[in-house]
């Protein structure tokens, strides 16, 4: 049964060492990069994001960065509060065996418990090349907002789950 792990000193390094196939590094960062990233973002601009490990019992097969924005930072779905989900990744040695699906059922589950704040979604940037993503997206019942990342062909299109 897949769990969520908050990232901490005693999993971080095995949670860094997840990978992805080379073929999807332009759709994910690596792991040890959003937890820089995620720094960075609360040092510089006080953004508050929270990561967890995703595991299968006790073994880590996954990785996830994700915030939530209140109605007044939100600037996706109407001003009201959601979360976002940054970053989602099944290491490659996990992959085909529906981790991904269940993994994001799971990522929803915890969020409608509103660990972090109150909302009343979830959005998902996906890039339209990431056919894999969109799929699973689609079939998990998430719904493009019609909002782009910006004016490019491959421009993240945000997806959203509404609770």
Known sequence: MLNLQPITWSNYKEIIALEIHEHQK????????????????????GVKSFEYGIYDSETPVGFVMMEHRSAERSTLNDNEPNYIIWEFMIDKNHQGKGLGRSAIATIVEHLKTNPEGEAKSVVVPCRPSNTVAAKLYASLGFEDTGKRSSNSDDSDIYVQLKF
């Open 26 to 45: 332009t759709f994910v960062d690596s792991n040890e990069r959003c937890l820089v990233k995620a720094y960075i973002d609360w040092r510089q601009h």
